[in-house]
């Protein structure tokens, strides 16, 4: 359960004083936070300190597992890339689109504008790049299987 996690590091909390608060062991939030099932009454106990819905701690949150296989096998600058999580705290796909439409669409309208101005031009070319710089990151990422989330219904991940 990685998001319980995430929740008790957001409230700045350690293992032992959660634990502490929500009168459950040590090894118990351990355990919840490697992704052991947890009985009902614990997460209800977890979820009353972090002052969140039950629902919340039984999220699914997706993560790069730097011990995977897969991350092991991709090149060293696209780990680079990763690792520095496209300067965002968790890289997402749906980031990482957005920035490749947005990028095609000012890239596209710089070259327009190149027609009055070689200035317009050089950005629309430099945003063109960042475009295709983010496709092969896209891609990348679906054909690793390293992103923070799933991709979007209908997409299919490369093999």
């Known amino acids: 359960m990685m998001i319980l996690k995430q929740l008790r590091i957001s409230r700045q909390l350690s ?10 062991s040590v090894r118990t939030i351990q355990r919840m936070e490697s992704g052991h099932k947890a009985s009902v009454e614990s997460l209800k106990c977890v979820a009353a300190v972090l002052e969140v819905a039950l629902s919340t701690l039984n999220e699914e949150t997706f993560v790069i597992d730097k011990h ?8 060293l600058w696209l780990r680079c890339w990763f690792g520095f999580s496209f300067l965002h705290v968790h890289p997402t796909r749906r980031v990482a689109k957005r920035i490749e ?5 000012t890239g596209f309208l710089f070259c327009l504008l190149g027609l009055v101005s070689e200035a317009a031009l050089a950005g629309g070319l ?4 960042t475009a295709y710089l983010f496709y092969l990151l896209s891609w990348q990422g679906d054909r690793y299987g390293i992103w923070f989330d799933a ?6 991940h490369g093999a």
């Open 101 to 105: 439409l947005v990028s095609h669409a």
């Open 151 to 156: 991709p979007a219904d209908g997409e299919v």
């Open 126 to 129: 430099i945003m063109l790049s």
């Open 68 to 75: 995977a296989d897969n991350w092991h096998a991709l090149p």
């Open 15 to 24: 293992q032992e004083q959660l634990a502490h608060m929500s009168g459950l």
